[in-house]
């Protein structure tokens, strides 16, 4: 039965260690996981060398599954340490944490699928809490709630871009034709959204005037249009509260404002 009181005995020791950063332990298990990460990645970076592949492939075997296996224990301990793991499972370092292992067990069956092992990187962010810059760590969240609550304009507006995009590619293909590289209306659709957003790659260029009229208007018109989701999204932000780096001992979510007692996701005592 779960209750409001704060877990004791080994669980409560685990919780201390691996997911606060205010105590001496919990401090150098985050910095040493924090090293063993970029280290992980830096073996992945170096096996993707050929030359050094073919020179220490076994070696670079070797250290990624053994950084695999030592985050495999890490996470099974991360959800053992919380009193609802399925919470903690399902929230933003969870998922992470869960992903970061995966890929390498993956190769049993899909050659190469290690490679994707790289979103460890993605746990580095816990040095926003590691070195208590909660600050950073209000940031983030403020941005993502901006985010979030700008996700229905940002869809329609990408649903306006997309229709521009055919408008646009199909015209082309009317007026340039297959003789000037558009083939097709996807690939002159595939045009159009190089040039509205002014990228220009210039492996497809129209070569009529009326065609190069028409991509003079789409790339005047992509300056404006990239300044709209940026608009949508400044619109949504404000002054965020400041937040601590104590981590809930039941779902071990953190981000919660400094004078918290209970977890604002799981309700659980802090």
Do not use: N
Request: include cysteine; hydrophobic fraction near 50%; charge should be positive.
């Amino acid at each position: 039965m779960l209750t409001d009181k704060p877990d004791q005995g080994l669980r409560r020791t685990l919780h201390e260690i691996i997911f606060e950063a205010d105590t001496r332990a919990g401090r150098f298990f985050d910095l040493m996981l924090i090293l063993a990460i970029l280290m992980s990645v830096l073996v992945i970076l170096l096996d993707s060398m050929a030359e050094i592949r073919r020179e220490y492939s076994t070696l670079l075997l070797i250290l990624e599954w053994g950084f695999t296996l030592l985050f495999t224990v890490e996470y099974v301990l991360r959800l053992y340490s919380v009193r609802r793991p399925l919470v903690y499972a399902r929230s933003f370092f969870g998922v992470v944490d869960l992903l970061a292992i995966l890929p390498t067990w993956a190769t049993l069956f899909v050659p190469g699928a290690h490679y994707l092992t790289v979103v460890r990187l993605l746990r580095v962010l816990r040095i926003f809490r590691v070195l208590k810059l909660a600050q950073y760590v209000s940031e983030a969240q403020h941005i993502m709630r901006a985010l979030h609550e700008s996700k229905r304009k940002i869809l329609v507006f990408l649903m306006c871009v997309l229709s521009l995009v055919t408008v646009f590619g199909a015209l082309m293909y009317v007026v340039e034709g297959e003789e000037h590289g558009f083939t097709s209306i996807p690939r002159s659709m595939y045009w159009a959204v190089v040039t509205l957003t002014t990228v220009g790659y210039g492996d497809i260029s129209p070569r009529t005037p009326l065609g190069q009229g028409i991509a003079s208007f789409i790339m005047l018109m992509g300056y404006g249009i990239i300044a709209v989701p940026t608009g949508i999204v400044t619109s949504a932000l404000v002054r965020p509260r400041p937040v601590s780096t104590q981590a809930c001992p039941v779902c071990g979510r953190d981000g919660h404002d400094v004078d918290a007692v209970h977890c604002k996701y799981c309700g659980g005592h802090l």
